[in-house]
């Protein structure tokens, strides 16, 4: 049921956003009056935020065509490498890479937005490395056929990932998927696995939450695993591929991430209207764009929100030592030469300062010199991976570190003894 009236409220939305918006197309048309007269200009500009906050919004295109480094302008190529049910490994490469450039697989949340709200992580770090991406799906449109979706399919993805990519490829988890991407590192790791990742960057991520608690955590503590069974958990409607599937919607999601800064979000619509009674549309479009990302969501399989909720947030398991993948134990001490840099926002209120940093603590068998730690200052969650000070603060950070680390150091070390 809770889908459904979703989806008529919906519906219902985009017809009445639609008609807001050609009303305030005509009454802001230059060739009437109206775009002149009294509360023309007003009533137009209401409408048009309206439309925005009303338009149904599907998949979003990375669309990073270009990026200029020292000053030269260089074309980027985009491309699906490998594909999978619930998610793509998309690659990004720019023109006049050096042979040597490093190779990064970013792990994307999964989370309730797509991929895409990387843009900013992938255009900035595509100017010095061959860049893939973890491009994961939209749960309602994966066929009940194709199977479940858990936390550990989500650490195999990323070992096939790696192992597509080959030797030598350095890895980024953005948030939420630290806790796997630190677990694919222990897994590979036991195993020898030469695919394993020479570096693991970790920003924002739930390593441990008992660490700095913030309201996110505290949700998910004050309610038992059956509350979010069954209050947040819905059924996919007929007229998805996916139709049947037990979901977590994004639209709750979204209206989680909403109502933890109204009146941050109220004020931006504010600021838009303003924008557009002024006929500022440059700052208007700003706000826009920004929307556009942040209110295109996917849907997560039940079987894998309901898991990351019970072990990351509730039972603490990875950083306890209590965390499995396909029924053994997830050995952090099996982490030997994987260098981890853990980065975190000053003013993060998703991810509190220390949740991230625990993760090179507990893995204890890395030496000190392949741990690193940067909390950036005045940097909101959002702004660890994505604006001005991610571009000129923080990635130089990440640069730095896959540099100082571009040789295994145990490899190495066996080739100075042979």
Same mark, same amino acid.
């Given at each position: &049921?809770?889908?459904?009236?979703? %989806?008529?409220?919906?519906?219902?939305?985009?017809?009445?956003?639609?008609?807001?918006?050609?009303?305030?197309?005509?009454?802001? +048309?230059?060739?009437?009056?109206?775009?002149?007269?009294? =509360?023309?200009?007003?009533?137009?500009?209401?409408?048009?935020?309206?439309?925005?906050?009303?338009?149904?919004?599907?998949?979003?295109?990375?669309?990073?065509?270009?990026?200029?480094?020292?000053?030269?302008?260089?074309?980027?190529?985009?491309?699906?490498?490998?594909?999978?049910?619930?998610?793509?490994?998309?690659?990004?490469?720019?023109?006049?890479? $050096?042979?040597?450039?490093?190779?990064?697989?970013?792990?994307?949340?999964?989370?309730?937005?797509?991929?895409?709200?990387?843009?900013?992580?992938?255009? #900035?770090?595509?100017?010095?490395?061959?860049?893939?991406?973890?491009?994961?799906?939209?749960?309602?449109?994966? $066929?009940?056929?194709?199977?479940?979706?858990?936390?550990?399919?989500?650490?195999?993805?990323?070992?096939?990932?790696?192992?597509?990519?080959?030797?030598?490829?350095?890895?980024?988890?953005?948030?939420? $998927?630290?806790?796997?991407?630190?677990?694919?590192?222990?897994?590979?790791?036991?195993? +020898?696995?030469?695919?394993?990742?020479?570096?693991?960057?970790?920003?924002?991520?739930?390593?441990?939450?008992?660490?700095?608690?913030?309201?996110?955590?505290?949700?998910?503590?004050?309610?038992?695993?059956?509350?979010?069974? +069954?209050?947040?958990?819905?059924?996919?409607?007929?007229?998805?591929?996916?139709?049947?599937?037990?979901?977590?919607?994004?639209?709750?999601?979204?209206?989680?991430?909403?109502?933890?800064?109204?009146?941050?979000?109220?004020?931006?619509?504010?600021? &838009?209207?303003?924008?557009?009674?002024?006929?500022?549309?440059?700052?208007?479009?700003?706000?826009?764009?920004?929307?556009?990302?942040?209110?295109?969501? =996917?849907?997560?399989?039940?079987?894998?929100?309901?898991?990351?909720?019970?072990?990351?947030?509730?039972?603490?398991?990875?950083?306890?030592?209590?965390?499995?993948?396909?029924? %053994?134990?997830?050995?952090?001490?099996?982490?030997?030469?994987?260098?981890?840099?853990?980065?975190?926002?000053? +003013?993060?209120?998703?991810?509190?300062?220390?949740?991230?940093?625990?993760?090179?603590?507990?893995?204890?068998?890395?030496?000190?010199?392949?741990?690193?730690?940067?909390?950036?200052?005045?940097?909101?969650?959002?702004?660890?991976?994505?604006? #001005?000070?991610?571009?000129?603060?923080? =990635?130089?950070?990440?640069?730095?570190?896959?540099?100082?680390?571009?040789?295994?150091?145990?490899?190495?070390?066996?080739?100075?003894?042979?």
């Amino acid at each position: &049921m809770l889908y459904n009236f979703y %989806e008529l409220q919906r519906s219902y939305l985009a017809g009445v956003g639609a008609w807001a918006s050609v009303v305030s197309e005509f009454m802001s +048309n230059p060739a009437l009056p109206l775009g002149y007269l009294g =509360a023309g200009p007003v009533v137009a500009s209401a409408l048009e935020v309206f439309a925005h906050a009303a338009m149904p919004r599907g998949k979003p295109a990375f669309g990073i065509a270009e990026v200029t480094v020292d000053g030269a302008t260089w074309p980027v190529t985009e491309a699906i490498v490998l594909r999978r049910p619930y998610g793509n490994l998309l690659r990004f490469a720019r023109d006049g890479l $050096p042979d040597n450039a490093p190779k990064l697989l970013i792990a994307a949340p999964m989370s309730g937005h797509f991929a895409t709200l990387l843009r900013g992580t992938v255009k #900035r770090l595509v100017e010095s490395c061959e860049v893939y991406i973890t491009d994961w799906a939209d749960a309602k449109l994966v $066929p009940l056929s194709e199977g479940r979706f858990d936390l550990d399919d989500y650490i195999d993805y990323l070992v096939a990932f790696l192992e597509h990519i080959g030797p030598n490829t350095h890895m980024m988890a953005v948030c939420q $998927p630290s806790v796997p991407a630190l677990a694919a590192t222990a897994v590979m790791s036991a195993a +020898n696995n030469p695919c394993r990742p020479l570096t693991l960057t970790m920003m924002g991520g739930p390593i441990d939450t008992r660490e700095a608690p913030t309201s996110v955590n505290d949700v998910a503590i004050d309610n038992p695993l059956s509350w979010f069974q +069954n209050h947040v958990i819905a059924t996919v409607p007929l007229h998805y591929p996916g139709a049947g599937r037990k979901v977590y919607p994004g639209f709750l999601q979204l209206a989680g991430f909403l109502s933890m800064n109204l009146q941050t979000h109220l004020e931006s619509h504010y600021q &838009m209207f303003r924008h557009l009674v002024t006929g500022d549309g440059e700052s208007a479009d700003a706000s826009k764009a920004f929307y556009e990302e942040y209110r295109s969501v =996917a849907d997560m399989t039940a079987e894998f929100y309901l898991q990351t909720i019970e072990h990351v947030f509730q039972k603490h398991s990875l950083p306890k030592g209590e965390l499995r993948h396909r029924g %053994e134990l997830v050995d952090l001490t099996a982490i030997r030469d994987t260098a981890l840099l853990a980065i975190e926002g000053e +003013n993060d209120d998703i991810s509190g300062i220390g949740q991230t940093k625990a993760a090179l603590t507990i893995a204890t068998a890395l030496p000190e010199e392949a741990k690193r730690y940067f909390l950036a200052p005045d940097v909101g969650h959002y702004g660890i991976f994505n604006g #001005r000070r991610w571009r000129q603060v923080i =990635a130089p950070v990440v640069e730095e570190w896959m540099s100082e680390h571009a040789v295994r150091k145990s490899d190495t070390h066996l080739h100075l003894v042979g």
